[in-house]
């Protein structure tokens, strides 16, 4: 039905910053809630951020809040998360995810009310 496929992770140093990007194939996300979420060795899955269907409205933790953009582009069925100030934390595998209820209102942090996940990318902080 849908295809997720992140890309843009990689290795930076501490106050860095990357772009990724979750390009969609197949029906349009473009009535679903879209999310980021990453997940470090030993650590459950951590909702990271999330937008609404229509790009109304974000939502991130506080850990992220105020470094991390996610936006999107229902038009090429793109997502994207830009993040700045990049800490050593942040290391994990980042994961596009599409929220499981159509033209949602709710929060969006609970890792599993998303049914289709991408296969992640790797992004590195180094000291």
């Known amino acids: 039905q849908v295809q997720l496929l992140e890309s843009g992770g990689g290795l930076v140093q501490a106050g860095g910053s990357l772009r990724l990007s979750c390009a969609a194939s197949?029906?349009?996300?473009?009535?679903?809630?879209m999310g980021w979420l990453r997940q470090a060795p030993g650590k459950e899955r951590e909702f990271v951020a999330a937008?609404?269907?229509?790009?109304?409205?974000?939502h991130y933790p506080d850990s992220v809040k105020g470094r991390f953009t996610i936006s999107r582009d229902n038009g090429k069925n793109t997502v994207y998360l830009q993040m700045a100030s990049l800490k050593p934390e942040d290391t994990a595998v980042y994961y596009c995810?599409?929220?499981?209820?159509?033209?949602?209102?709710?929060?969006?942090?609970?890792?599993?009310?998303?049914?289709?996940w991408g296969q992640g990318t790797q992004v590195t902080v180094s000291s």
């Open positions: 937008i609404a269907w229509n790009g109304a409205d974000t």
């Open positions: 995810a599409r929220y499981e209820t159509a033209y949602s209102r709710t929060y969006y942090s609970d890792p599993l009310k998303y049914n289709y």
């Open positions: 197949g029906r349009s996300l473009s009535m679903y809630a």
